[in-house]
């Protein structure tokens, strides 16, 4: 799942990564706004957000939205480095690792915050968030040859649409359109899923659902990183 690249992936394979690593994406994002009211993984709505914002004079709130876009495309592009420079020494396991990377970010983060009795953890949550993001979104997306895009909500469904066009329509190979749909629409489905999910764990557990997270990361990150070491 965090191995295989591009054109070596099946769609089964993609499948799994998008269902699990959407489903992660989605509960972050619900807690994040529920803590803050902030989205960390929607980057069209904090865009919106700093328009909107700076249109009615609140410059320093707007520009808070313009540091989540800021953090997420830093989380993204830290990604993109490690994996561009772990390619180049044929590092198998470079995905597998930057998952791993993520969730000890998330580990480190649900810790300090569980562990803190100060409730004044907004920003630096939501900044952090938006990093891990980023960070997520690039490995999914440069390792499918962005077939899959964890937190890329708007996309998905524009691309669902697009593609129930064509099926309807006959334009093009059906079974190659039928899997896009399955994938794009397991993506949207399991984002919704990991929403609902996240924001009922938190109620019952606080901020160590960001600790279950990440364990859940890890187990899916180790073992591939493992794998590719062995191979």
């Known amino acids: 799942m965090l191995i295989k690249v591009g054109d070596d992936r099946t769609s089964n394979i993609d499948l799994v990564?998008?269902?699990l690593l959407s489903s992660m994406a989605g509960a972050l994002n619900a807690v994040?706004?529920?803590i803050a009211g902030s989205f960390t993984a929607n980057?069209?709505?904090?865009i919106s957000a700093f328009a909107d914002h700076l249109a009615g004079g609140a410059i320093l709130i707007s520009l808070s939205f313009i540091g989540l876009v800021a953090a997420f495309i830093g989380g993204a592009s830290m990604a993109?480095?490690?994996?561009q420079i772990g390619e180049k020494?044929?590092?198998?396991?470079?995905?597998?690792?930057?998952i791993?990377?993520?969730?000890v970010i998330l580990l480190l983060l649900g810790m300090a915050l569980a562990l803190s009795s100060a409730n004044t953890h907004e920003t630096f949550l939501v900044v952090a968030l938006s990093f891990v993001m980023g960070l997520q979104n690039a490995v999914t997306t440069m390792i499918s040859r962005a077939r899959v895009r964890t937190t890329h909500v708007s996309g998905m469904a524009t691309d669902i649409g697009i593609e129930l066009a064509a099926l309807f329509g006959n334009n093009g190979s059906q079974k190659d359109t039928v899997r896009k749909v399955r994938l794009h629409s397991l993506t949207l489905a399991s984002f919704a899923i990991g929403g609902v999910c996240g924001a009922?764990?938190?109620h019952l557990v606080g901020s160590w659902l960001f600790v279950i997270v990440a364990i859940v990361?890890?187990?899916i990150a180790l073992p591939e990183a493992l794998r590719a070491h062995r191979n």
Do not use: V
């Open 80 to 83: 993109a480095l490690a994996i």
């Open 43 to 46: 980057m069209t709505g904090n």
């Open 32 to 34: 994040g706004f529920l």
């Open 17 to 19: 990564l998008a269902g």
């Open 89 to 98: 020494r044929q590092i198998r396991s470079i995905y597998a690792l930057a």
């Open 100 to 103: 791993a990377a993520e969730a």
């Open 200 to 202: 009922l764990l938190f």
């Open 217 to 219: 990361l890890l187990t």
